[in-house]
């Protein structure tokens, strides 16, 4: 059994030198702390971030995770899903690895929560669904630099249906020791203007905890879809911390991708 996933997108999606990517994230959560005021927010229970690489929707996914800084000792684990984008799968992919490596260091995968889920029957074990994924890498080092100390349940989501996303997600929903982290960008190769209104309207239903998200509408609709119901389900509320696009940042607008920052909170016993 592989013991360590080494990154695979280092290099490409993000810088591969240490402090040349601790340099590059800071920067973007000084970024963000300086055009919001996170200090009297409530600390969300869950997210949705972007995975593009960080030239494109660095900037938009520190919206989020600079909202995690005032529970740095608190959060000690994150259950992590993203979409796969080259080896499909049937079902909740777990990695073979013990642990996540990045070049800000290694994350260790948490195996109480593993043994936590592994006889529901759309979890499964496969290497090659996380060898090369992205989308749940480039969170990494965001976690790594605004958590002191975490374990992950890294999930690879495949062909599954929303309600099955949400009983994982019910059996390692926890306390405020847990975060859920959605990995998904929005709308893929869209004209600007056209892309901007179907992001818009995608966030609302978002916002909206309506879990019918598609795969056209968002890459991680999947895991989406399957958050938005344990968000109904814990009572919790939605908040947009950002919205963009590609020909915002880093890219033409002909052909755009989207990406959204979001927050769930909740007060009490439902946010738990």
């Known amino acids: 059994m592989q013991d360590l996933r080494p990154p695979a997108v280092a290099g490409t999606f993000y810088p591969n030198q240490t402090q040349a990517l601790a340099d590059s994230i800071q920067a973007f959560l000084d970024a963000a702390a300086s055009t919001s005021v ?8 869950a997210l949705i971030v972007p995975h593009a690489g960080y030239i494109y929707s660095g900037a938009m996914a520190a919206q989020a995770y600079a909202r995690l800084v005032p529970a740095r000792a608190r959060i000690r684990r994150v259950v992590l899903l993203g979409p796969v984008h ?16 990045t070049p800000l260091g290694t994350v260790a995968v948490d195996s109480d929560a593993v043994a936590a889920i592994s006889d529901l029957r759309q979890v499964v074990v496969s290497a090659p669904a996380h060898a090369q994924e992205h989308s749940l890498e480039v969170q990494l080092p965001f976690l790594q630099s605004v958590l002191d100390d975490f374990t992950l349940v890294p999930l690879a989501v495949g062909d599954a249906t929303a309600q099955e996303v949400a009983q994982v997600l019910e059996r390692l929903w926890g306390g405020p020791e847990t975060l859920v982290v959605i990995s998904s960008d929005l709308s893929h190769y869209l004209p600007y203007d056209q892309a901007r209104a179907v992001d818009q309207a995608t966030v609302a239903r978002m916002l909206g905890l309506h879990g019918d ?11 989406v879809n399957g958050l938005l119901r344990a968000a109904q389900h814990h009572g919790l509320h939605a908040e947009l911390l950002g919205l963009c696009n590609s020909g915002d940042t880093a890219g033409d607008k002909a052909h755009v991708v989207g990406y959204a920052a979001v927050a769930f909170t909740g007060s009490g016993h439902a946010a738990h």
């Open 213 to 223: 998200i598609t795969h056209a509408q968002a890459c991680g609709g999947t895991p």
């Open 38 to 45: 996170h200090g009297d927010k409530e600390v969300p229970k």
């Open 86 to 101: 080259r080896v499909p799968v049937r079902g909740l992919a777990l990695p073979e690895a013990h642990a996540f490596a």
